[in-house]
């Protein structure tokens, strides 16, 4: 039982630590600014009907 815990220990402190290095770096917006051409030449293409 304490091995489980230990290793559900060990799962949450290396993803808050993940989630502060994300955090520190900007690393969500970074990746967004790299894949928004992308989904923007993707959304362009859709036709779109524009009743009002």
Do not use: G
């Not at 290396?14 to 600014?33: A, E, Q, R």
Request: hydrophobic residues 60%.
């Amino acid at each position: 039982m304490l091995k489980v815990l230990l290793i559900i220990a060990i799962v949450f402190i290396c993803l808050f630590v993940l989630s502060l290095i994300v955090y520190f770096f900007n690393l969500d917006m970074k990746l967004t600014s790299a894949i928004q051409p992308l989904l923007a030449k993707h959304y362009d293409k859709i036709k779109r009907d524009r009743k009002i």
